[in-house]
């Protein structure tokens, strides 16, 4: 079965850090580019960063630029995103996704992981 | 950069059909063929329905269909279904290599 699975969530005060990760099974997984995807409370989707099958490039939204950094381990078929300086803002539930290409629609998607940002 | 424009709401009795527009820019919807559309109820992940304009991923059923004109990308939902209800989102890819998403849709199936 091709299944995400976040973990990493945790509530966090602000200016702190927190990793998520997203491990993937069913699939291969290097041929998918990946992205994180991230739904504030009562809100709408916000695109947060995305990275290529290989891993050689990716891309973050202005928000989280210098703040978050996505990598991914096709070894290991995970999926990381290293956050730091996290503010009340950054506060949502984190979803990882798979897409064939790095900007078409992603076809599987994770459960979620919440991230709180609170002191 | 903005997000895309949706309308809050849409609404429809079953058996119907409806249409959701998701507006953008030359930045954006315009410029290219990456815009998409999910489905997400309540808690749950969203799902996507619709990929590159107008493709529909296996398993999605054919009531639902994509299309874009400039600037503009709809959705279609025909012969509506209670299950519909949920919200709905459209996403592009912009120039900048990045994303936006609109702000969602709910879907109310009267």
């Known amino acids: 079965e091709v299944q995400l699975l976040e973990s990493g969530g945790n509530l966090v005060q602000p200016g702190g850090s927190l990793r998520l990760s997203c491990t993937a099974s069913g699939f291969t997984f290097n041929t998918f580019a990946m992205t994180w995807v991230r739904q504030a409370p009562g809100k709408g989707l916000e695109w947060v960063s995305t990275i290529t099958g290989s891993g050689g490039s990716s891309y973050y939204a202005d928000s989280v630029k210098g703040r978050f950094t996505i990598s991914r381990d096709n070894s290991q078929n995970a999926l990381n995103l290293e956050m730091k300086s996290l503010r009340a803002d950054d506060t949502a539930v984190y979803y990882c996704?798979?897409?064939?290409?790095?900007?078409?629609?992603?076809?599987?998607w994770g459960q979620g992981t919440t991230v709180t940002v609170s002191s | 950069q903005s997000a895309l424009t949706q309308p809050s709401s849409v609404s429809g009795s079953p058996g119907q059909s409806i249409t959701i527009s998701c507006t953008g820019t030359s930045r954006d919807v315009g410029i290219t063929s990456f815009v998409s559309w999910y489905q997400q109820h309540p808690g749950k992940a969203p799902r996507l329905l619709i990929y590159?304009?107008?493709k529909r991923p296996s398993g999605v059923s054919s009531r639902f269909s994509g299309s874009k004109s400039g600037n503009t990308a709809s959705l279609t939902i025909s012969g509506l279904q209670a299950e519909d209800e949920a919200h709905y989102f459209c996403s592009s890819y912009s120039g900048s290599s990045s994303v936006l998403f609109g702000g969602g849709t709910e879907l109310t199936v009267l």
């Open positions: 996704g798979r897409s064939k290409l790095s900007w078409s629609g992603m076809d599987v």
């Open positions: 590159e304009a107008t």
